[in-house]
């Protein structure tokens, strides 16, 4: 099994900052990237950030130059450092681990997702 632990999630005025970092246990092989999506209240899913096995980073337009996504060494843990926050940030952020299936195929694990809410 494999499991995904996600903290840092909180209430943040706009402007602040949070931390996410998301710890992945269990057994799993050929990780492909781990990465943060969010859904806001009546809208999709989307991603946030990525970064991949070999270390390089995607992020969506709307966060470049205020987050940052990283890992540890261990490649066990992934970090999104939140800054300059703004409303539109609001949303339940979850955790993602993409590993590797049959025939080149890519499976998903979710983390079961934490609220972050910036308001003043």
């Known amino acids: 099994q494999v499991q995904l632990e996600e903290s840092g999630g909180g209430l943040a005025q706009p402007g602040g900052s949070l931390r996410l970092s998301c710890a992945a246990s269990g057994r799993f092989s050929s990780m492909y990237a781990m990465g943060w999506y969010r859904q806001a209240q009546g809208k999709q899913r989307e991603l946030v950030a990525e970064?991949?096995?070999?270390?390089?980073?995607n992020y969506a337009d709307s966060v470049k130059g205020r987050f940052t996504i990283s890992r540890d060494h261990a490649e066990n843990t992934v970090h999104l450092q939140m800054n300059s926050l703004k409303p539109e940030d609001t949303a339940v952020y979850y955790c993602?681990?993409?590993?590797?299936?049959?025939?080149?195929?890519?499976?998903?694990?979710w983390g079961q997702g934490t609220q972050v809410t910036v308001s003043s």
């Open positions: 993602n681990l993409a590993v590797g299936g049959p025939g080149g195929s890519s499976y998903d694990h």
């Open positions: 970064i991949t096995r070999s270390g390089r980073t």
